[in-house]
């Protein structure tokens, strides 16, 4: 029988030294057609990635989204975020996402899965939703990001609320948003480089 394992809570978590973020050297920022294939002839060398979207936030009754605006990979090294203002970048970014063989690891992806399915026209291949491992493990609530970092590296994962709720859709985006993108992606690939799927 698996044993019942309890997550970290938020007073835990507080207590635990940073994780160590990716900064600003080692993230891309996509959205030109020769970035965007720059960027596929690098990551389609990974057999993983950490993977994320982020989409304007809605706040009207009945406002439905048109996301995601904005699309995250990260292997190891680096992270690159592919703005989809461009065709030519969201074309890109669909065949990256429908690439078989590659496993796109991840944190509550399954909104993420049909956004990508009506904005792309392409159904995702090797989604790897990372809270199903933990479950299989024995946590019984669900796992974030935050609650993965701190379990597998007694790491706290900082996320700006600020950066989370900003307009993902603006042509330009900030470095905060940058950062709090890219690390989504990044953490979620080092917790699945970390369970050794």
């Given at each position: 029988m698996t044993p019942?394992?309890?997550?970290?809570?938020?007073?835990?978590?507080?207590?635990?030294?940073?994780?160590?973020?990716?900064?600003?050297?080692?993230?891309?920022?996509?959205?030109?057609?020769?970035?965007?294939q720059l960027a596929?002839?690098?990551?389609?060398?990974?057999?993983?990635?950490?993977?994320?979207?982020?989409?304007?936030?809605?706040?009207?009754?009945?406002?439905?989204?048109?996301?995601?605006?904005?699309?995250?990979?990260?292997?190891?090294?680096?992270?690159?975020?592919?703005?989809?203002?461009?065709?030519?970048?969201?074309?890109?970014?669909?065949?990256?996402?429908?690439?078989?063989?590659?496993?796109?690891?991840?944190?509550?992806?399954?909104?993420?899965?049909?956004?990508?399915?009506?904005?792309?026209?392409?159904?995702?291949?090797?989604?790897?939703?990372?809270?199903?491992?933990?479950?299989?493990?024995?946590?019984?609530?669900?796992?974030?990001?935050?609650g993965a970092v701190?379990?597998?590296?007694?790491?706290?994962?900082?996320?700006?609320?600020?950066?989370?709720?900003?307009?993902?859709?603006?042509?330009?985006?900030?470095?905060?948003?940058?950062?709090?993108?890219?690390?989504?992606?990044?953490?979620?690939?080092?917790?699945?480089?970390?369970?050794?799927?």
């Open positions: 019942r394992l309890d997550t970290p809570d938020k007073e835990a978590i507080a207590l635990l030294p940073p994780f160590e973020r990716l900064n600003l050297d080692r993230i891309t920022l996509v959205n030109t057609a020769k970035q965007a596929h002839d690098t990551l389609i060398k990974s057999r993983a990635w950490g993977f994320d979207t982020e989409s304007k936030p809605t706040f009207r009754v009945g406002e439905v989204s048109d996301g995601p605006h904005v699309l995250q990979l990260s292997t190891g090294e680096r992270a690159w975020v592919f703005q989809l203002h461009d065709p030519d970048c969201k074309a890109v970014a669909a065949d990256l996402l429908a690439s078989p063989g590659i496993a796109k690891a991840g944190f509550g992806l399954g909104d993420d899965r049909k956004r990508i399915i009506q904005k792309f026209g392409v159904a995702p291949a090797g989604i790897l939703e990372l809270n199903t491992i933990f479950k299989a493990q024995g946590y019984r609530k669900e796992m974030g990001v935050k701190a379990v597998l590296f007694k790491q706290r994962f900082q996320k700006s609320k600020k950066a989370a709720t900003s307009n993902w859709a603006n042509p330009q985006l900030s470095e905060s948003q940058l950062i709090y993108a890219a690390n989504d992606a990044y953490a979620a690939y080092r917790v699945w480089e970390a369970l050794g799927i």
